[in-house]
């Protein structure tokens, strides 16, 4: 994954661990002129250290449902194997940040920096995962050492330590404003040169973009300033009469709150995993919508994006693009991949599509609105439409939107009978066909997203390029062959509206 990163952001992945770790040299005995002020590193309660770096490790590892770091020793202990269907550790989930916060406030920045490192480096990633884990436990150990040089330059251990409330919470505060600027500078860094600053584009798909790292752009949040109140009362219990024990009993309510975090993302992917065997089964049957789910669902996001459509209905949104053509696993192979024309019986099966999607689909509870979206996807504004003849405000609004992302990508796609059409040639049919097949809203809004994304129209491989006719929307396309006792089609004007 990494290989694919441009040189810029190759070369930065490798500058932030050597930064984290000369962030730790004056944990090393150095000669007094190099030390620097005594406060950066030492002197360092090493069994303290080791404890917060390994509850870290622990926290962090059920945060992402990951085993735990004591379980993969015994199982290395014993050489047992991870067990079959164990997700990888997951570099891009967010970390579990309480017990980080903690050292920042009870240890010396350099030894600060070091609670971020084991959980990091002893991770079970997969191999080609390790150098971006790296570099995610680099960032982390120097927005630590960041926090807690702001924490002791402004007296915090002196007032923490004297339970000086509220005066210890300013730099306290202080300390976390520093672990988020700087997270937030080094990921913002990394995406920069990754990814450029073009805008990004609606024909590369987001998981095939070079991604440095997804995990710490939610870190200046709502979560992370829990994790903060519960790192600052893990310190303040630490250091009271009860030490560390009391300290491990303040972080049982947050260890509920990473459990449930985990499990919300194993659901996300567990829904994830579920959309895309459906798709795969249908692009199986059917090599023309091979992309074309994929497509249909970032345009429907484009669309909605425009209209101000909240994330969680996003999501679901998505969902329904991916899956409206699902119900062709229900109709004959042949009807699907057949060049010639259908007899009206056979055009009738093919229509009934979005039925059998709805039928296949309406158990899974996740889907929620989707499921209207993939049933009423052909439906049209004047009523003319399938499988139950709505028209205007009547079509759920996740069908609307299906329905013209749909008809947008059936037109910029290449099929066996037509090359894929230029962009402003299908806005233009779009703008056309808008209040009788689409509803305008819709379409503006689409206009409108690609006046800020890019959207290129897929083109035929390159040897069959010569085979497939260029023929312009609503030019009549050319007769072609039928089957045996169905009469031949051809002359009639290239359809928007059909199965597709």
């Not at 002791?152 to 672990?179: D, V």
Request: glycine share 10%.
């Amino acid at each position: 994954m990494d290989t694919d990163l441009p040189r810029g952001a190759a070369g930065y992945l490798v500058a932030v661990p050597v930064a984290a770790l000369c962030c730790l040299l004056p944990l090393l005995p150095l000669p007094a002129p190099l030390a620097g002020p005594h406060w950066l590193g030492a002197p360092v309660d090493w069994p303290k250290v080791g404890l917060l770096a390994f509850l870290h490790g622990c926290w962090e590892s059920l945060a992402q449902g990951l085993p735990s770091p004591c379980l993969r020793l015994v199982r290395l202990l014993l050489r047992r194997p991870r067990p079959h269907g164990r997700p990888p550790a997951r570099p891009d989930v967010n970390a579990f940040f309480p017990v980080l916060f903690a050292g920042v406030l009870m240890l010396p920045p350099a030894a600060a920096a070091l609670v971020a490192a084991p959980a990091a480096l002893l991770g079970a990633a997969e191999p080609t995962c390790r150098r971006r884990q790296v570099w995610n436990g680099s960032q982390l150990a120097l927005s630590a050492f960041a926090a807690s040089v702001v924490f002791h330059r402004l007296a915090g251990p002196q007032l923490l330590l004297g339970s000086r409330f509220p005066a210890a919470l300013l730099p306290g505060c202080a300390a976390l404003a520093a672990f988020c600027l700087v997270n937030g500078v080094l990921v913002g860094v990394m995406r920069l040169l990754a990814e450029g600053p073009r805008r990004p584009s609606a024909h590369r798909p987001q998981a095939h973009r070079p991604q440095a790292h997804r995990r710490t752009a939610a870190v200046p949040g709502l979560p992370v300033l829990v994790h903060a109140a519960g790192g600052l009362m893990v310190a303040v219990l630490w250091q009271g009469p009860y030490g560390a024990f009391a300290a491990l009993l303040a972080l049982l309510p947050l260890s509920i709150s990473a459990w449930v975090f985990a499990q919300g993302h194993r659901e996300r992917d567990a829904h994830q995993a579920t959309v895309q065997a459906l798709v795969q089964a249908v692009e199986i049957k059917d090599s023309y919508t091979r992309g074309h789910s994929e497509r249909v669902g970032r345009a429907s996001v484009l669309i909605a994006g425009q209209l101000g459509m909240e994330p969680e209905r996003l999501r679901t949104l998505r969902y329904a693009g991916v899956l409206h053509d699902v119900g062709k696993l229900g109709v004959a192979t042949e009807l699907l991949r057949r060049n010639g024309p259908l007899t009206e019986a056979e055009r009738r099966a093919v229509e009934v599509h979005p039925v059998h999607g709805y039928e296949l689909v309406r158990g899974i509870a996740f889907l929620g609105e989707a499921h209207a979206g993939i049933l009423h996807h052909h439906e049209r504004m004047d009523g003319r439409g399938y499988p139950s003849g709505l028209a205007g405000e009547q079509i759920p609004e996740f069908a609307r939107i299906i329905s013209v992302a749909d008809a947008f990508d059936s037109m910029t796609s290449t099929r066996s009978y037509r090359r894929g059409r230029p962009v402003t040639e299908a806005v233009t049919e779009l703008e056309r066909c808008s209040g009788s097949q689409f509803d305008p809203v819709m379409v503006r809004a689409l206009v409108d997203a690609l006046a800020v994304h890019d959207w290129q129209p897929v083109l035929p491989p390159p040897d069959t390029i010569g085979a497939v006719p260029d023929i312009p929307l609503g030019v009549p396309e050319p007769v072609r062959a039928a089957p045996r006792g169905v009469p031949a089609q051809g002359g009639g004007s290239v359809p928007t509206v059909g199965p597709s």
